[in-house]
């Protein structure tokens, strides 16, 4: 299983489930990243918190432990 946290600077991954329970899944559903679509990696803060992404046209930030919660391929 690779995640989200995994996918290097610069590359595009391709969402395949989001693992977590109640409010931690649907707050990231909330925020457009839902099953197959695209996320492109911008930037990794330099402790690795926060990872900065693409998706669906904008800009997003998220938590490393928000990221390890989404399986790519």
């Not at 457009?32 to 800009?59: C, H, M, Q, S």
């Amino acid at each position: 299983m690779k995640t989200l946290r995994e996918v290097p600077i610069g590359s595009t991954a391709t969402v395949v489930k989001l693992h977590g329970e109640g409010a931690v899944r649907r707050r990231i559903m909330d925020m457009g990243i839902t099953r197959g679509v695209e996320v492109y990696v911008r930037k990794v803060a330099p402790l690795g918190d926060p990872v900065e992404i693409n998706v669906r046209g904008y800009e997003l930030s998220i938590r490393k432990a928000d990221a390890e919660m989404i399986e790519v391929r």
